[in-house]
């Protein structure tokens, strides 16, 4: 059973950084695509970035320039550095890992964590 823990959300002022982490067990985070995604009030649940096997990133345009995703394989880590945060990124954040082998930004298809909060004050 895939099971994904988020840390590191909290609050911070406009163009601060914050460093969101996951630790993932019952699966291989090296083998197959882990992603970010992010849900606000009233909206669907978007992607925010994703890393496939080969290392391969995607990102959303909202965030390119701004958010670097990562992982560690040695201890099943996969993180998201956020910088230059914007009142817009306010969101629950949601680390999530594939159940298909290809990557993507929409959000079916994905094992999800429980979400930590985000927010950016101006």
């Known amino acids: 059973q895939v099971q994904l823990v988020e840390s590191g959300g909290g609050s911070v002022q406009t163009g601060g950084s914050l460093r969101l982490s996951c630790t993932v067990s019952g699966a291989t985070v090296s083998s197959r695509c882990m992603g970010w995604f992010r849900q606000s009030p009233g909206t669907e649940r978007e992607g925010v970035a994703t890393?496939?096997?080969?290392?391969?990133?995607n990102y959303a345009d909202s965030v390119k320039g701004r958010f670097i995703i990562s992982r560690d394989n040695a201890v099943s880590t996969l993180s998201l550095q956020m910088n230059s945060l914007k009142p817009e990124d306010t969101a629950i954040y949601y680390c999530?890992?594939?159940?298909?082998?290809?990557?993507?930004?929409?959000?079916?298809?994905?094992?999800w964590g429980q979400g930590t909060q985000v927010t950016v004050s101006s």
């Open positions: 890393i496939d096997s080969n290392d391969g990133t």
């Open positions: 999530a890992a594939r159940v298909v082998s290809y990557c993507s930004l929409l959000s079916d298809l994905y094992h």
